[in-house]
């Protein structure tokens, strides 16, 4: 046992030789040309982001390791240790400046707008989108743009956790816009064939991708900035980017610029007390999502939950097989898979506005776990007091309704009113269908100030300020109806 | 009037041959010891139970053996019969007042204001007038059965069954439901009470019918 320990610790160990191994964290998932598995050999990555990896970690002389990273949650893991380096498209920002270690710029995009073929003539920024709805990734300089744009010009944002759907969804009419990097849009446009949609010619706006290291990291930094130098001196980096057909002479002036001025372009960042404030007014708003898609969830999961439960105890024999199986598949299967169905599977049939799609996804799920509640409420009210109605002469359904009903309800609101503190806890799985509710805008702030602490306690106390009451009323319907006697 | 009644419990007569009459306005307590099948008779009357052979007519209604035939076909019995269960069983989401409006409302028809009226008179005449607004939970013993007796009277039936009423009644209140019993009897009522309490069933019954074991 105590071999088998020390075993393991020792693979552990050597797994971890930091001295002369580079490793560096990014998101394959959809990353694709700056870090993508591998078609030939998918335990591998490729894309320009792995090449320049490699190139600074020849230039200091070590090898690579890559660690798969939820792109959002490149900051906080490299500043936790997980990897030395994070580079995935990582963009400059004056947050990811304040709070970590970020290298020069070695890449310049552009912020670009796509729009459907016949609108392209009408569009020409994001001024021409009042009223619209613009598609981009959660927590990017583009999504900033989008929500500044919000107050200025009236435009909707929609913020997505991939950098694939909002391209569908534009083609399908979902949104009337996508704003992204242009490489982005570039390899969106070539996976179409060219068709679909229209990419304008005019940026939004310009930014650089750097890497990022842990503030503590500083000295690593440093060596990193010098490889940098020396790879945009030597065309290394020039030919990694031709390679991958990202290059274009903005990269070249960029390339003089940080030469030239050894630049290492950092803005000064925002003082924190100000970027909190800042986001009181969405995480206020999304609080009001998150309430909203849950109250409307709970009272669609109550109707259906009751018909349910009706057909599942009253109903024909195939009314019964029915209900069960529509209970066992949506008890049996994850949340998440239902919410993706119902937004992006039944595309083809049916486009669902995300919010709608949310209250469905949420609503039928849980319909299935109190249609259970409530078959279990209506067979525990006691026979002697169906029968008593019987021999007053009322039909069964008078039964249902005036007696077993009202008995029923009162076994079933505590665990209903549990469900419901369980469901407005589940309503931030939505965020994955582009609704921003309120884990997601903290998910959104965390990242954008690089720190879970306060935005994570900020959002603890919205849910528990939510939650706790009906919590407390669950207890007190408990107390109140559980006992039979007085 | 049953009539050579069995009731057979997996090929166990639980009933063999039972043959009773109740008259209006007569008394007629069923003595057996527990488990003898009297709950059992009780609920054939009141086409809560199915039975295997004899036949059982109430004020004209006959039941026949085979399963219980379904509510619509009992609306006419559902008036000439109330039945008193021995847990009382009043609807405890309701008041006592409504435990004795529902069937007035929802059965015969009447106006909320006739049906308030109508089951106060009730529960009156039976001396729990004053409980008419109490929950069932808040309720004694003994007013509970009261209050069980009014909503068994509210559809005015023929023929009140009760199964077991002195079981959790110190000897006053037996005496003092006795009486009540008897009052039920003189208005013109048949009343068949299933009993294993000998005292109570010769000093109130017109009629004693022992059930063998």
């Known amino acids: 046992m105590v071999s088998l320990a020390l075993g393991i610790l020792t693979a552990l160990a050597v797994q971890h030789p930091t001295a002369r191994v580079l490793v560096w964290g990014g998101d394959a998932e959809g990353g694709a040309p700056f870090v993508e598995a591998d078609p030939a050999d998918p335990s591998q990555v490729r894309g320009f982001d792995v090449e320049v990896a490699d190139r600074i970690a020849r230039g200091l002389g070590r090898t690579t390791r890559f660690v798969q990273v939820q792109w959002s949650s490149i900051d906080q893991s490299v500043e936790r240790g997980d990897f030395a380096l994070g580079l995935s498209g990582v963009e400059d920002t004056p947050a990811r400046r304040a709070r970590h270690a970020a290298t020069l710029p070695y890449f310049e995009f552009r912020e670009v707008l796509a729009v459907r073929p016949e609108e392209a003539a009408r569009i020409h920024g994001l001024i021409d989108l009042r009223g619209r709805r613009v598609a981009t990734l959660g927590a990017t300089i583009a999504y900033d743009l989008l929500v500044r744009a919000r107050d200025s010009t009236g435009l909707i944002p929609v913020s997505y956790d991939d950098d694939v759907h909002p391209y569908g969804d534009l083609v399908t009419g979902r949104v009337d816009a996508v704003l992204l990097d242009h490489i982005i849009a570039q390899r969106a446009l070539r996976r179409r064939g060219g068709f679909g949609f229209l990419i304008l010619a005019q940026p939004v706006a310009v930014g650089h991708y750097v890497g990022v290291l842990a503030r503590a990291d500083s000295a690593l930094r440093d060596s990193v900035d010098a ?75 109550v109707l259906v939950g009751l018909a349910l439960a009706s057909g599942r105890l009253y109903g024909s024999g195939w009314l019964r097989a029915l209900t069960t199986v529509y209970i066992e598949v949506i008890r049996g299967t994850p949340l998440l898979l239902q919410l993706f169905v119902i937004y992006y599977g039944l595309a083809g049939v049916i486009r669902l506005p995300a919010f709608l799609a949310a209250i469905l996804g949420l609503g039928l799920n849980y319909a299935a776990y109190e249609a259970e509640i409530y078959r279990g409420a209506l067979l525990a009210v006691p026979r002697a007091q169906l029968e008593a109605g019987r021999t007053l002469g009322l039909s069964e359904g008078q039964i249902l309704r005036l007696v077993r009903g009202p008995q029923a309800l009162r076994y079933a609101l505590a665990p209903m009113t549990n469900d419901f503190v369980a469901l407005l806890k589940d309503s931030a799985l939505v965020s994955v269908i582009t609704v921003v509710e309120l884990t997601k805008q903290t998910a959104i702030y965390a990242t954008n100030v690089g720190s879970w602490i306060v935005p994570g306690a900020l959002c603890a106390v919205v849910y528990l300020a939510m939650s706790l009451p009906l919590a407390r009323l669950a207890r007190r319907l408990e107390q109140r109806w559980g006992g039979r006697a007085p | 009037m049953i009539d050579r009644l069995r009731v057979r419990f997996d090929s166990r007569d639980v009933l063999r041959a039972l043959s009773l009459e109740v008259a209006a306005g007569e008394l007629v307590a069923l003595m057996a010891p527990s488990g003898a099948g009297k709950t059992t008779a009780l609920r054939a009357v009141a086409a809560l139970q199915p039975f295997d052979e004899g036949r059982i007519v109430v004020d004209g209604f006959a039941l026949l053996p085979g399963p219980v035939p379904p509510e619509a076909r009992l609306v006419s019995l559902r008036r000439r019969v109330g039945l008193v269960f021995q847990g009382h ?63 068994a009277l509210a559809p005015d039936p023929a023929l009140l069954l009760m199964d077991e009423p002195t079981a959790a009644l110190d000897p006053a209140r037996r005496t003092a439901l006795g009486a009540t019993l008897r009052g039920l009897c003189e208005q013109g009522r048949g009343l068949l009470v299933a009993t294993h309490d000998a005292e109570f069933a010769r000093a109130h019954a017109d009629r004693v019918l022992t059930l063998g074991t």
Do not use: C
């Open chain 1, 227 to 301: 490889v940098l130098r020396e790879a945009m001196r030597d065309g290394s980096l020039e030919q990694i980017f031709r390679r991958w057909r990202v290059w274009d002479p903005t990269q070249g002036v960029l390339f003089d610029a940080v030469l030239r001025s050894s630049m290492t372009a950092r803005p000064a960042g925002t003082a924190p007390v100000v970027q909190a404030i800042a986001y009181l007014p969405p995480l206020a708003r999304a609080a009001a999502v998150t309430a909203l898609v849950s109250v409307l969830s709970m009272m669609l999961a």
């Open chain 2, 89 to 151: 069983a009043l609807f405890d989401h309701l008041s006592a007042l409504d435990n004795v409006t529902l069937a007035l409302r929802h059965v015969l028809g009447k106006s909320r204001a006739d049906a308030d009226a109508v089951a106060q008179r009730l529960l009156d005449s039976l001396e729990v007038g004053a409980r008419a607004s109490a929950w069932p939970r808040q309720l004694s013993g003994g007013e509970a059965q009261r209050v069980a007796i009014a909503r």
